[in-house]
């Protein structure tokens, strides 16, 4: 007779013989076992969970579809029971969207919980962009600070044409914010800032566009605020008498070098800012593309107010 037959009838008879109380704590134990393999089979989180990852549910996603994505993603094991989970726990239907941060691996509950309460798990990045940034430059900063969700080629492409419109201050962003939710901010920004010296700038006479052009260049040729007025006043002149700008200011922004680091090749370049112009000054400085982006107090320097 194999042993595990003889073993089995050893237990039956000491079964049937047995008290109360043992049989109640076997009984228990045997219960407690069923259970905690239950629970290691079925609710702790997957051995591949992604520790410190943001994910992101979109909004209008149903449950299905987040339970799918989750199971994907190694943060659920069974996309069933994540689903009933949900249900027990509240409204399904209205899982708040958004970008949840799992820093450490968490069971199916309890990921179930987060959702449905929309505990994102996320806090403020705080990002800084100092004065005379570039758009480049700010996604530059963006791509560092951010998390990884960051779509540096996106911003640069959705950014283009809106130089001098990004507004330098400190910015607090949400991780997994859009790129449209991103430069809605810094142009909000702008334009409140703007706001405040809209008057000097219509008293001064130029559109706004213009200003900023200017303000650019004179962030690049000079470092105080004297300098600035002279060299403005200079450049306005050139402008008026149909004189091409010839400034080195505009070559961080078109090939990245300062004007220590030009060569003579660079200076020769074919480019409006350099070489001489027909008529239609103002045109000229709108089509200098360079960047704008100045602090308020910037445009004052430059003789606005």
Do not use: C
Request: hydrophobic share 45%; net charge positive.
């Amino acid at each position: 007779m194999p042993t595990f037959v003889r073993l089995w009838h050893r237990f039956k008879a000491w079964y049937l013989q047995a008290a109360f109380w043992q049989k109640f704590v076997l009984h228990f134990a045997a219960t407690g076992a069923v259970v905690y393999v239950a629970y290691l089979i079925f609710f702790t989180a997957p051995a591949g969970f992604p520790r410190g990852v943001y994910v992101t549910v979109p909004k209008g996603s149903s449950l299905g579809s987040i339970a799918q994505d989750f199971e994907n993603r190694d943060i659920i094991k069974f996309e069933l029971l994540f689903k009933l989970s949900a249900r027990m726990l509240g409204n399904e239907r209205r899982i708040p969207a958004g970008v949840y941060y799992f820093p450490r691996p968490q069971n199916v509950v309890q990921v179930a919980i987060r959702l449905i309460s929309g505990d994102f798990g996320t806090t403020p990045v705080k990002v800084t962009i100092p004065e005379g940034t570039t758009v480049a430059d700010i996604a530059k900063i963006l791509e560092k600070n951010m998390p990884s969700e960051f779509d540096y080629r996106g911003f640069l492409d959705a950014a283009q044409g809106q130089e001098g419109y990004l507004f330098p201050d400190t910015y607090f962003f949400m991780p997994g914010d859009s790129t449209e939710a991103i430069l809605s901010v810094f142009k909000n920004s702008f334009y409140t800032n703007i706001n405040k010296i809209q008057a000097q700038i219509k008293a001064f006479g130029k559109p706004l566009p213009e200003v900023l052009t200017m303000a650019s260049l004179l962030e690049k040729e000079a470092a105080d605020t004297q300098s600035r007025r002279m060299i403005a006043g200079l450049l306005w002149h050139r402008i008026a008498i149909g004189m091409p700008l010839q400034v080195d200011a505009v070559f961080p922004y078109i090939i990245g070098k300062n004007s220590f680091n030009l060569t003579r090749k660079d200076l020769k370049m074919d480019h409006f800012s350099n070489m001489p112009q027909p008529s239609g000054s103002k045109r000229r400085v709108r089509e200098v593309q360079v960047s704008k982006r100045r602090h308020v107090s910037q445009f004052r320097q430059a003789g606005i107010a």
